[in-house]
């Protein structure tokens, strides 16, 4: 047997065996903290699953959130949304990348983003980049169409 072919070989048998199915875990724990952002028993897991140092990107200014400043924005969403869900749609990895469509949805019971719904609720995509290191999420980049919840909320 070459040394190629033992490469492929323990390759294939590596992702037969579910190697990575632990990593796909760790980036459900981000949406299942989205989807229960009042649960001490989410945030305690979603803690686990990230690193110490991870950050939060959602746009070009090169700000990063950090873990406590996105926990506490997530306790505030719990409030203002209760029935805020993040459901994933699709995932793809590659290596310790994963990328993330998922599906937002919400009725927020206060104005949100200065729109006041008026009971009305919104439904929108999401883009997200997880980056894991050593089996934990070290930064995730993110994009959601807040404009789209925002209009949807306005009754526009």
Same mark, same amino acid.
């Given at each position: 047997?070459?040394?190629?072919?033992?490469?492929?070989?323990?390759?294939i048998?590596?992702?037969?065996?579910?190697?990575?199915?632990d990593?796909t875990?760790?980036?459900?724990?981000?949406? *299942?903290?989205?989807s229960?952002?009042g649960?001490?028993?989410?945030v305690?897991?979603?803690?686990?699953?990230?690193?110490d140092?991870w950050?939060?990107?959602g746009d070009?200014?090169g700000?990063?959130?950090? /873990?406590?400043?996105?926990l506490?924005q997530m306790?505030?969403?719990?409030q203002l949304?209760?029935?805020?869900n993040?459901?994933i $749609?699709?995932?793809? $990895?590659?290596?310790d990348?994963f990328?993330? /469509?998922? /599906?937002?949805?919400g009725?927020?019971?206060?104005?949100?983003?200065?729109? *006041?719904? $008026?009971?009305r609720?919104?439904?929108?995509m999401?883009?997200?980049?997880?980056?894991?290191?050593?089996?934990?999420?070290? /930064?995730?980049?993110?994009?959601? *169409?807040?404009?789209g919840?925002? $209009?949807?909320?306005?009754?526009?």
């Open positions: 047997m070459t040394l190629k072919s033992l490469i492929a070989s323990l390759a048998a590596t992702a037969a065996t579910g190697a990575f199915a990593d875990s760790t980036v459900t724990t981000f949406y *299942d903290l989205l229960n952002p649960s001490a028993e989410h305690a897991a979603f803690e686990a699953a990230t690193s140092g950050v939060s990107l070009y200014s700000n990063e959130k950090t /873990r406590e400043a996105f506490g306790g505030g969403f719990a949304m209760p029935d805020l993040w459901a $749609q699709d995932m793809h $990895q590659d290596g990348t990328i993330v /469509r998922s /599906r937002a949805t009725t927020p019971v206060a104005p949100f983003f200065g729109v *006041d719904g $008026q009971g609720s919104f439904d929108i999401t883009i997200d980049i997880h980056e894991l290191e050593d089996g934990v999420i070290v /930064r995730t980049y993110h994009v959601e *169409d807040w404009a919840a925002l $209009q949807q909320l306005s009754g526009q």
